[in-house]
């Protein structure tokens, strides 16, 4: 069983997000799967189910737990299945639902890939909510950017959106792990989206992963797409929208996710991104 390291959103290996891949994982059961993850040690790896006819089921595990969906395996399984199978549409199968993937080459060789969420959505945190959260990393109220309302946001998985007008709060990133991992637990939160708005298109992001025992995904496509769905929610951006999203750069895997927000509330959240290899054969024994 070959499993493929990528990093995605990023077109160096020691940037981006790292992944794991396996483009042929039939006949693994989650035990299987859960521990390939846990020995890969990335904070995903996606185990791809080939139907044909372009179609994969596919399923996500970070070290820790199996999460819906994730944004950035999604870009790295991608990228990794058209330099097997060559560039073109795809879709994968997903416990969030379906989402249509594509891939094209560029004008420097490299691959890009697109994905559309399952239809998103959103919901109010609450007082009490908030309040647990902001104490466990360690903000209070006003750090908050009240241009920049919290709110918790869907396109495949839950993450609460939370902001800052100040990038020294958002540079500061230290939490308990085992506190907000019960918390997210609790609320079926993946991870907490604490953004900063540098203009009308460009936000910064740190993405605490903590149920899946990793302390920050360095890009989040998945928490990205939610992000475009907060914002046209909110009314805070002029649609359609195309959005740039800077993250990694405290973790020294600086990243940057394209997303585009359609008009249509019910319309997905694009989100687009390429990978590169991190190792050229990569082998779990």
């Not at 396109?155 to 709060?169: D, K, L, Q």
């Not at 302390?215 to 992000?227: H, M, Q, S, T």
């Not at 009314?235 to 740039?244: N, Y």
Request: proline letters at 7%; aromatic letters at 6%; hydrophobic letters at 40%.
């Amino acid at each position: 069983m070959d499993v493929l390291r990528y990093a995605a959103f990023t077109t160096h290996p020691a940037g981006g997000n790292p992944a794991g891949v396996v483009l042929d994982a039939s006949g693994m059961d989650a035990t299987e799967m859960a521990a390939v993850a846990s020995r890969v040690g990335y904070s995903e790896t996606a185990f791809v189910e080939p139907l044909g006819q372009g179609r994969l089921n596919v399923r996500y595990f970070s070290p820790e737990t199996e999460v819906p969906f994730c944004g950035h395996a999604t870009i790295a399984t991608a990228v990794a299945h058209a330099g097997v199978h060559g560039p073109g549409d795809l879709t994968f199968r997903t416990k969030a639902g379906i989402v249509p993937v594509s891939t094209t080459v560029a004008g420097d060789g490299s691959v890009v890939a697109t994905l559309v969420s399952v239809q998103p959505r959103t919901e109010l945190i609450t007082e009490a909510q908030l309040g647990d959260l902001l104490k466990v990393l360690g903000w209070s109220a006003s750090d908050l950017d009240p241009a920049l309302p919290p709110m918790v946001a869907y396109a495949g998985a839950w993450h609460p959106v939370i902001a800052t007008a100040e990038e020294s709060r958002l540079a500061d990133l230290h939490y308990d792990m085992a506190d907000l991992a019960t918390l997210m637990d609790r609320h079926g939160w993946v991870t907490i989206n604490m953004i900063r708005r540098e203009s009308d298109t460009v936000f910064h992001s740190r993405n605490a992963f903590a149920p899946g025992g990793v302390v920050e995904d360095p890009a989040c496509g998945a928490g990205a797409a939610a992000l475009g769905a907060y914002l046209r929610e909110l009314g805070l951006i002029d649609l359609p929208a195309a959005l740039t999203v800077r993250s990694g750069h405290h973790m020294g895997r600086p990243s940057t996710i394209s997303v585009t927000v359609p008009e249509c509330r019910e319309s997905g959240i694009s989100v687009t991104g390429t990978a590169v290899p991190i190792m050229h054969t990569p082998t779990e024994k």
